[in-house]
Each structure stands twice: as C-alpha cells, then as structure tokens.
C-alpha cells in the first residue's frame, strides 16, 4: 500500500481494540500516549429497518421501542451455544428463534433471519466504521475482548464475526486481561492483582501476577450467564406484576412496552448507584406506572445474583494457590461494578478497596488497544501469558472424561495422545472433545467429534494414530493427527457440535457481500477516499523532508501533478477512478519513498 | 527430556524455583506468539510450538511430584496403580468410615476428619522425603534412589487420592 512505502516508521494499517460487550461495545486504539478510545460507545443491538436494511448501534436502540420484533439486543448471551441450552435464556430475554435452528441457532428479524455471529458482525461492521472515520485509514485488523470464561466455541463464534465483518482477528482477549492491562499496574509494583468482572450479561474472575510487565494470570473463573442483565429482568418482572395488579392489564405480551418499561427499569437502577431512591416511572397508552424503590429494597432484591459472584472468586483464590491476604489490589471492571451492593460484597471478600480510577464501561475496550499495541509491536515492555479457563477432555470408555489439558493452564497449551483401532480392518476412529470440570461426558460441554477416517485396514491396536490437541493463545483448540507409521499428517473430519463450520462461516462472508452490493460500492469509495486522505498526508509531511529537495524537477512536477489529478476524482462516486488516480500518485512518489528510505538509514 | 530443554536445563530432580520463572518469564518475553503477530505463517507456526511446549514443560516441572512423575517415566519407570500393602488395613477402615457416612451415620464424621489429617501429613512427609531422595539422586546418580522416589510416589498418589476423596465427603455431606 502506498502509505507503507512513504510514511515509513508509523507505516503498517493500525490494529484495533473491541470490547464487543453484552450490552455495549467500543474501539479504541493504541497511540504514542498510551490507549484512546475512538468513538462514543455503541450500543450493542442490531435491527432491520421495515425498508430492510439493517442497522446497529444507538439508531438500532431506539429502534428496540418502535419495532421489538425487528430487533435484537444481548445475541452475546447466544454465541456459540445450542438451541438446547438457551431454554433459560429464552423465557427472560425477546429471542424471535427462527425455524430450523436445531444444528446452528438464527434468528429472525423481520424477513431476515441470521446466525448470532451475523448479528455481532453488525455491531462489529458499525465500530469498523467509526473507527475508521477516526482514523482516516482503513481498519482490517483486530483484537477483540471475550469473557475470561468463555468456552471453545463461544470465542469460535466471536471469531467467526470478526471474520463477517471483514476483520482478521489477530487475537482474542480475556477481558479481565485486558483490564489489566489498561490500569497499568505493572508501573507500580510487582504483586498479585484480583480483577472482578461484571458486565452486562457475563462474570469473570482473573488472578494475575505482575512481574516486571509480564501479565502471568494465575486462575479464573466465572460465569458466562451472569450479569446487569439478570437485575434488569428481575425489576422488570416485578414491575410487570406490578403494573398487572394496579391497572389489571398484563403487559408481557407486548413487546413494545415490556421495552419501555425495560429501559425505565434500568434508568431507576443507575441511579441507584449514586443516589439512594428512584423511580420507576413509565408512561404509556394514557396511563402511568410510578414505583420508588428504596435502596435498602434493591440491595435485597439482588442480593441472590450478587451472592453468585461469590463462589467462582472463592474458587478462582483457591485455584490460583494464593490466599486473599496475599492480594495487593482488586480492579472493578463492568457497568455493573457501579452498584453500591457490589462494591461492598468484593470489598469484605477481598478485604481491600477497589480501584475503579478508570471508566467500567471504558477499560476493558483500552486494555484491547494496548494488546493491540503489543501485536503491532508498539509496545514492547509488556506481555500477557493467559490461561485457559476449562479442562479439556476426550470421552473414553462409558462415558467418562480423560483430562488432557486442565483448567488454568497457561496457554499455548498442548498435550498429545496416541491413539489405535480395537477391531480388525477397522478404517474410523471417531474422537469425542469436551470442555468441562466434571468427570461425565454428560456434564460437560461437547467442543467437537473428529473423524480419524481411512486408516489402511490392518489387525487391531496396529494403528499408531497421534493426536496432537493444542489450545491457542485465544483460547481455541487446534487438533492435527499424524500416522507414526509412514510419519504423515492424518486427514479428519471435525464437526463442530455448536456454531459454524469453515465453510459456513465462508458463505456468510460472500453473502454479506453480494447482498448489499450497494452498501460494498459506497464500502469501496469511502475506502479509496480514506486510502487517498492517507497517502496525501504522507506526501504532504514526506515534501517537507530533506528527501523531496534531492528529487529531480521532474520527479516533484509529476508528484504535483499526481496529487492536483486524485484531488479532483476524489468526490467522484466511482471507486476505480479514485484508485487509479490514487495509484499514480503512489507510483510518482516512488522515488520519494527510496530516498526517503536511504536518509533513514544513513542516519541511521 | 523436552522439557528440560525447553527451559534450557538439563535434567535434575531438584530445581530452583526461582530459577525456574525466571527462565520461564524470559523465554516467553523471546517466543510468545504475541512477538510474531506480523511475521510469516512458518514463524508464526514455530512460535506457537516453542511456546506451547515452554508452558508444558513449566507447568510440569515447577511441580516436584509432577515433575518426578515426568522424570521417571522418560527413565522408562510407571507407578504402580494398586495400593502400597502398608496401607491397606488403615485404607480398608477409612472405607467403611466412608461407607457410613454416605449412609447418613454422622458419627462416622469424627474418625474420617481424623483419617483426614493423618493422612495430610503423610503426605506432608513423603513430600520432605522426596526432596531430600531428589537431592541424593541428583549428586548420585543412584538407581536405587530412583527406585526409592518410585515407590514414594506411589505412595503419595495413593494417599492424595484417599485425602481427595475423604474431603469430597466431608464437604457434600455439609451442604446436605
């Protein structure tokens, strides 16, 4: 790219940070002053417009008032899972499951139907954008935050709509990690940091070492299910039963004003946070619903859902070999970490007061930047070693677990396992991997199968089939199998138990394409035009340089003439002109660029 | 020994413990995928396997008893599976303790938290012998020193799996 060859040094296309939230999502980027979020905070809910096109962000929101069946909020809370395992899910939150969602789960909205990935992928798209628009570059690569207790196929399916949205997802981040990271505490001192995380829909506990800016976490745990919004639907439901005896009207079956009714809860328990009674206050088809709620009331009221917290951090303590006397600092990251109760439950755990200097909805999104600063190798003084947050097993005779790599490991983390035919002649050895703390196959969360297929038939336990398990630094599972026979790589077959297979995930990336061909043109001129803001602005600082006065005349009048040429295509609406213009001017400073490139390494 | 190597040591019983993260923070620093995000697909790829095999090979040997487990077997010695004879009057009765106990006898609860902290600290013992036998074999080189850490290990899988056991018990029959 022409950038790369002429602003040499800042040159490489930016990695960005994503706190892809339940509720909210950000992006933020690293800069020589340390990490800066780009835009406001997005919220994360995506709708289709009656026209059908589909929006996301706050215009989405509003949208969640007018059109509920159009639109979709806290799809976080269904990445990766299966239809089975959402019944929970679907008695508290306006899921509109479509038909045939048995082997992968879709959603309708509206006409359209799509994959929980698909909609994240539109919060994804829309953050692209913005932080785009802030950088005047375009933005291709990512890291992006997921809960430290995330499972294999949740971050999967975050993954695959990164990939959606046309984002190479350099790296998964736990978001306690990240948090982190943001605060920095490497700066102060060695020691042995809590970070407690609660969010929206999501739970985490994270216990790290710091050592001279290596992130060592040491254990975690949490709950993927748990969060602000379990008290949301909580105030919700005893509004509505509220509203039933006072007006003698049901009004959970419209949807339309359970939202309204939803965001005025949620108002009440904001302020809650700061003051010590509020109301409950909706207005809707002529008549109003007041209700006070004490503090002293809602404290009791989620004392259950903070109660839960409790034991996961117990065990995450126990788990990282450390006692709480031995934990220097806690960190409050998450929305939900404002609300008095909380604070005061993790105070009388930890014995020690939070930090909460940083903004809970801005943190983890600034902790992303900064691991994204590591990768582009901005940042060379820090490191994160992370661990895996479930044991990973394969099924073995009656249904039983064999451990292969247990929980709070340090990631990369691999472990081999030879494997043999117990038949004669037999070609398949089918390989069951879970994901999981209990000793059944039953209890436990079943990742994939792998097919070890056209084994040369022989006698049985002749076979030498190894199979090499390797987790990730994302978090993610890599299997590969060699025959120790002939010493070649074994083909197989994975099918996923949950979420999307490669080819699937390919698919909706085309389709994603060839259905807004419209929205690619208008993708593909704004794209030429911040690539044409970038290499004038280059060229513009690179005319300063000593480097432009040793070019020829007529080297610098083609420069000149280049840069009059793509000024006047830019407000073209036809992408290719803007490009060809825009590669004129990248072949005319050529010369620039090498100059350039000799004085930085004579001065160098 | 891969994982002596990988933290660039060559194979003893007895480590440093301090030494040992040391060489595990500095390698990681040097190898970690996060060094290679831009870098080609075979860097890449190397990357990610020194590192995998770095945090295998810590995470194994920062452990004594894993560690010798670790040792033994790649000087083509397993641990037996069956219990050490010494103990299997003591075990027999733990059992019956434990049997009554799931049976809903609380008086079985005394004996078993008893059983409990006996064995805790033999436990405690085996793992102060095992130093000291990982010291002699580390100068020595004495077969019969290895065979004697065999037999301890043993004897301390066994009695950690009765400890493990005995306070799954103890703590189910609390919340009950």
């Not at chain 1, 809707?284 to 002293?296: H, K, N, P, S």
């Not at chain 1, 006047?568 to 002109?577: E, F, I, R, S, T």
Request: proline fraction near 4%; charge should be negative; hydrophobic fraction near 40%.
């Amino acid at each position: 790219m022409s950038t790369l060859q002429i602003d040499f040094g800042s040159s490489k296309s930016r990695i960005v940070g994503i706190d892809l939230g339940t509720t909210n999502s950000l992006v933020a980027v690293m800069e020589l002053t340390g990490p800066r979020i780009l835009s406001g905070i997005v919220p994360s809910v995506v709708s289709v417009a009656p026209d059908g096109e589909v929006v996301a962000g706050s215009q989405a929101r509003d949208m969640l008032l007018t059109h509920p069946e159009r639109t979709v909020y806290s799809v976080k809370r269904l990445m990766g899972r299966g239809l089975a395992d959402i019944q929970e899910e679907l008695k508290l939150f306006p899921f509109h499951i479509a038909p045939s969602s048995e082997s992968v789960l879709k959603l309708q909205l509206g006409e359209k139907v799509f994959t929980p990935p698909e909609i994240s992928a539109h919060v994804l798209r829309k953050l692209k954008r913005d932080a785009e628009a802030v950088l005047c570059e375009p933005v291709t690569q990512a890291v992006i935050t997921v809960p430290a207790y995330f499972n294999d196929a949740q971050r999967q399916a975050t993954k695959d709509a990164g990939r959606i949205a046309g984002l190479e997802v350099l790296r998964l981040v736990n978001e306690p990690t990240a948090a982190a990271l943001a605060y920095g505490l490497d700066k102060r001192k060695d020691g042995i940091v809590a970070v407690y995380d609660l969010g929206g829909g999501t739970f985490d506990i994270s216990i790290l070492r710091l050592h001279e800016g290596i992130f060592e976490v040491l254990a975690t745990s949490g709950d993927t299910h748990l969060g602000g919004d379990d008290i949301d639907n909580l105030l919700l439901h005893i509004a509505l039963e509220d509203i039933q005896s006072e007006w003698g009207e049901d009004l959970s079956g419209d949807p339309g004003a359970v939202q309204l009714l939803r965001r005025r809860v949620i108002e009440a328990k904001e302020k809650l946070s700061f003051v010590p009674k509020a109301i409950i206050d909706m207005e809707y088809g002529g008549r109003r619903y007041q209700r006070e709620i004490t503090l002293e009331v809602f404290d009791k009221l989620i004392q259950p859902i903070v109660d839960r917290t409790l034991g996961p951090c117990r065990r995450c303590i126990a788990d990282a070999g450390v006692t709480v006397e031995q934990l220097d600092e806690v960190v409050l990251v998450g929305g939900s970490t404002r609300i008095p109760l909380v604070r005061s439950a993790v105070e009388k755990l930890f014995r020690a007061r939070p930090h909460t200097e940083l903004n809970p909805d801005e943190v983890v999104a600034l902790g992303a930047a900064v691991q994204a600063g590591i990768l582009a190798g901005d940042v060379a003084d820090k490191l994160l070693l992370d661990v895996t947050p479930l044991s990973l097993g394969i099924e073995t005779m009656g249904g039983l677990v064999s451990k292969l790599i247990h929980r709070n490991s340090t990631i990369p983390a691999s472990a081999t396992e030879l494997f043999t035919t117990g038949v004669d002649g037999q070609c398949n050895v089918l390989i069951h991997v879970v994901q999981g703390e209990r000793e059944l196959v039953k209890d436990c969360r079943s990742l994939a199968r792998f097919d070890l297929k056209d084994i040369d038939p022989m006698p049985a336990g002749m076979a030498r089939i190894e199979v090499r398990f390797l987790i990730d630094a994302n978090g993610i599972l890599n299997v590969t199998a060699r025959d120790l026979r002939t010493a070649k790589e074994h083909s197989m077959d994975v099918k996923p138990s949950y979420g999307l297979t490669d080819d699937q995930v390919e698919a909706m990336i085309l389709e994603s394409f060839s259905k807004a061909e419209e929205d690619l043109r208008e993708r593909q001129v704004r794209e030429a035009r911040i690539e044409a803001d970038a290499i004038m602005a280059a060229t513009d600082k690179a005319r300063r340089s000593d480097a432009y006065f040793e070019l020829t005349d007529a080297e610098r009048a083609a420069i000149s003439r280049a840069v009059n040429e793509l000024l006047v295509v830019y407000h073209h609406d036809n992408y290719l002109l803007i490009r060809s213009k825009l590669d004129q001017l990248d072949q005319a400073t050529l010369p620039l660029a090498e100059s350039i490139l000799r004085g930085t390494r004579i001065d160098a | 020994m891969e994982f002596y190597q990988s933290l660039g040591l060559s194979p003893a019983l007895s480590l440093d413990p301090e030494d040992l993260k040391r060489r595990f923070y500095e390698r990681s620093r040097q190898w970690h995928p996060d060094r290679f995000s831009r870098a080609g697909a075979e860097e890449q790829q190397r990357a990610l396997d020194m590192t995998s095999a770095l945090n295998d090979a810590f995470r194994t040997l920062r452990d004594p008893v894993a560690r010798a487990e670790y040792f033994l077997k790649q000087n083509g010695m397993e641990l037996a599976k069956d219990a050490p004879p010494e103990l299997l009057e003591e075990v027999f009765e733990l059992n019956m303790a434990l049997e009554e106990l799931r049976g809903g006898d609380d008086s079985a609860r005394a004996p078993l938290a008893e059983a409990q902290e006996r064995f805790s600290g033999m436990r405690a013992e085996i793992d102060r012998a095992l130093a000291d036998l990982f010291v002699r074999y580390d100068a020595t080189r004495d077969a019969t020193a290895l065979e004697e850490i065999r037999r301890a290990l043993n004897r301390r899988r066994y009695i950690s799996n009765l400890v493990k056991e005995v306070e799954k018990e103890l703590n189910v029959h609390v919340a009950d």
